[in-house]
């Protein structure tokens, strides 16, 4: 057996494996003397069939499994041994197994491209020094806070007459149009024309023409059902019928509104509602914070440390032409490779608990943005259980918990300069950071 690597480039090698026959002949007897004492052959008892039979029924499939075994293990043994950090796993270049099968020879030869891992040396102290902004939060952005609280509480009413922000259930009628049923909502209408329907009441004819009252086109079509195109270009003069009349009434700051809200805390005076609220408003302006700190400790880390990776080796594994897709490959793979260096550099270490805590977090987060629905905390762990069943799953919230504590880290072991800003200050900042290029 031989073991040879060659340099590509720089993290980018061929290794290339030969064996002879004696290498791997014993392993591919025994597995068809194994096959031989335990399969039942036409003709023959079990275990009684000669050994030329096996092998001509066998011999080929066991060959290459059995070499493919072998290679696998001396290739694995050569890295560990070796101590060779790959990047990822290897790229087979080429063999001749085949010909070995065909018995045109005997040597085995096995030819990987392999990409390595950087040498990373990343130190942070109390000379680097990150800001990181506490966001007022003052009694105007608590006020909107309730504001938007008692808007998402609310409910619609129906009423008798048609008011200024009022939406109408009505059918329709038109010479172009089957009869249908729509709801209109009064802030859609071009607001010129608003008072036309302000007083009117439930089973009210009204005479209008859409495209005059709506400027949209697309509102127009969707409202009736049809594509864009096959709007008329003239007017659309319609019969309307008011079915009924509804108002939206925004939740009132009392306590069915509190207990909603905060079921554990028995809260009895707005004061301590606002309270309340305010601590809400404080946790979520600490993680804009921690978001717009997270991005300068990667700027920092990738402008200071140069992290360079095999990329052509590694598009050729991912098989990523589209250039703007590899970047983002590159990026999420140095910072995994960063991730992985500052918890082995700290000694720091990753629990199962904290992996569930993220993929909880993740959960609530997603059921709450795209369903604005609050999922039962044990849906949440079921659900997570199941998710984390995925090894790519596992794999990418093991390097948020680990992300998460390396940020932790770099805060207790650097001086944060800690900066009182506005909210309106923060964004208008946070809005320049995003729209800087990563520094990958």
Same mark, same amino acid.
């Given at each position: 057996?031989?073991?040879?690597?060659?340099?590509?480039?720089? =993290?980018?090698?061929?290794?290339?494996?030969?064996?002879?026959?004696?290498?791997? !002949?014993?392993?591919?007897? $025994? %597995?068809?003397?194994?096959?031989?004492?335990?399969?039942?052959?036409?003709?023959?008892?079990?275990?009684?069939?000669?050994?030329?039979?096996?092998?001509?029924?066998?011999?080929?499939?066991?060959?290459?499994?059995?070499?493919?075994?072998?290679?696998?293990?001396?290739?694995?043994?050569?890295?560990?041994?070796?101590?060779?950090? /790959?990047?990822?796993?290897?790229?087979? /270049?080429?063999?001749?197994?085949?010909?070995?099968?065909?018995?045109?020879?005997?040597?085995?030869?096995?030819?990987?491209?392999?990409?390595?891992?950087?040498?990373?040396?990343?130190?942070?102290?109390?000379?680097?020094?990150?800001?990181?902004?506490?966001?007022?939060?003052?009694?105007?952005?608590?006020?909107?806070?309730? +504001?938007?609280?008692?808007?998402?509480?609310?409910?619609?009413?129906?009423?008798?007459?048609?008011?200024?922000?009022?939406?109408?259930?009505?059918?329709?009628?038109?010479?172009?149009?089957?009869?249908?049923?729509?709801?209109?909502? =009064?802030? +859609?209408? +071009? $607001?010129?024309?608003?008072? &036309?329907?302000?007083?009117?009441?439930?089973?009210?004819?009204?005479?209008?023409?859409?495209?005059?009252?709506?400027?949209?086109?697309?509102?127009?079509?969707?409202?009736?059902?049809?594509?864009?195109?096959? =709007?008329?270009?003239?007017?659309?003069?319609?019969? !309307?019928?008011?079915?009924?009349?509804?108002?939206?009434?925004?939740?009132?700051?009392?306590?069915?509104? #509190?207990?909603?809200?905060?079921?554990? $805390?028995?809260?009895?005076?707005?004061?301590?509602?606002?309270?309340?609220?305010?601590?809400?408003?404080?946790?979520?302006?600490?993680?804009?914070?921690?978001?717009?700190?997270?991005?300068?400790? #990667?700027?920092?880390?990738?402008?200071? &440390?140069?992290?360079?990776?095999?990329?052509?080796?590694?598009?050729?594994?991912?098989?990523?032409?589209?250039?703007?897709?590899?970047?983002?490959?590159?990026?999420?793979?140095?910072?995994?490779?960063?991730?992985?260096?500052?918890?082995?550099?700290?000694?720091?270490?990753?629990?199962?608990?904290?992996?569930?805590?993220?993929?909880?977090?993740?959960?609530?987060?997603?059921?709450?943005?795209?369903?604005?629905?609050?999922?039962?905390?044990?849906?949440?762990?079921?659900?997570?259980?199941?998710?984390?069943?995925?090894?790519?799953?596992?794999?990418?919230?093991?390097?948020? !918990?680990?992300?998460?504590?390396?940020?932790?880290?770099?805060?207790?072991?650097?001086? /944060?300069?800690?900066?009182?800003?506005?909210?309106?200050?923060?964004?208008?900042?946070? %809005?320049?950071?995003?729209?800087?290029?990563?520094?990958?």
């Amino acid at each position: 057996m031989n073991i040879t690597r060659e340099c590509i480039s720089n =993290l980018n090698e061929i290794i290339t494996i030969t064996v002879e026959k004696n290498d791997y !002949a014993e392993k591919v007897s $025994q %597995r068809l003397k194994e096959i031989k004492k335990n399969t039942t052959i036409k003709g023959f008892r079990q275990g009684s069939a000669p050994m030329y039979v096996i092998e001509k029924i066998y011999g080929k499939n066991v060959a290459f499994v059995e070499i493919e075994k072998y290679i696998k293990e001396v290739f694995e043994d050569y890295i560990k041994t070796n101590n060779i950090q /790959l990047i990822a796993t290897p790229i087979l /270049l080429e063999t001749n197994l085949e010909s070995v099968l065909n018995e045109e020879c005997d040597v085995v030869v096995f030819k990987f491209e392999v990409g390595l891992k950087p040498e990373i040396n990343i130190s942070f102290n109390n000379n680097v020094k990150f800001n990181y902004y506490l966001i007022k939060v003052t009694n105007d952005i608590i006020d909107k806070e309730i +504001d938007n609280i008692k808007f998402k509480y609310g409910k619609y009413i129906k009423i008798d007459e048609v008011e200024k922000d009022s939406f109408i259930y009505l059918t329709i009628k038109s010479e172009n149009f089957k009869e249908k049923s729509i709801y209109l909502n =009064l802030m +859609d209408i +071009d $607001q010129s024309k608003v008072d &036309y329907f302000i007083g009117k009441k439930v089973k009210d004819i009204l005479h209008f023409d859409l495209k005059e009252f709506l400027s949209n086109e697309e509102q127009i079509a969707t409202i009736l059902n049809v594509s864009k195109e096959n =709007l008329p270009t003239d007017k659309i003069e319609i019969e !309307a019928e008011i079915i009924y009349i509804e108002k939206f009434i925004p939740a009132e700051n009392n306590k069915e509104l #509190w207990d909603k809200l905060f079921p554990d $805390q028995n809260i009895n005076n707005e004061n301590e509602f606002k309270e309340n609220v305010s601590k809400i408003i404080k946790l979520r302006f600490e993680n804009y914070s921690d978001r717009l700190f997270r991005k300068n400790v #990667w700027d920092y880390i990738f402008e200071n &440390y140069k992290i360079e990776l095999p990329e052509n080796f590694l598009r050729k594994k991912y098989r990523i032409k589209d250039d703007i897709e590899f970047k983002d490959e590159i990026s999420i793979l140095k910072k995994d490779l960063v991730i992985d260096y500052f918890l082995k550099s700290t000694n720091l270490q990753i629990q199962n608990n904290e992996i569930e805590k993220v993929s909880n977090e993740y959960i609530k987060e997603y059921y709450k943005r795209y369903y604005n629905f609050d999922l039962p905390e044990e849906y949440v762990r079921k659900t997570t259980k199941k998710l984390l069943e995925n090894e790519n799953e596992y794999i990418n919230f093991y390097y948020i !918990a680990g992300e998460n504590k390396m940020l932790q880290y770099i805060k207790e072991n650097t001086s /944060l300069v800690f900066q009182e800003i506005s909210f309106e200050e923060f964004m208008k900042l946070f %809005r320049e950071n995003n729209n800087k290029n990563d520094k990958v």
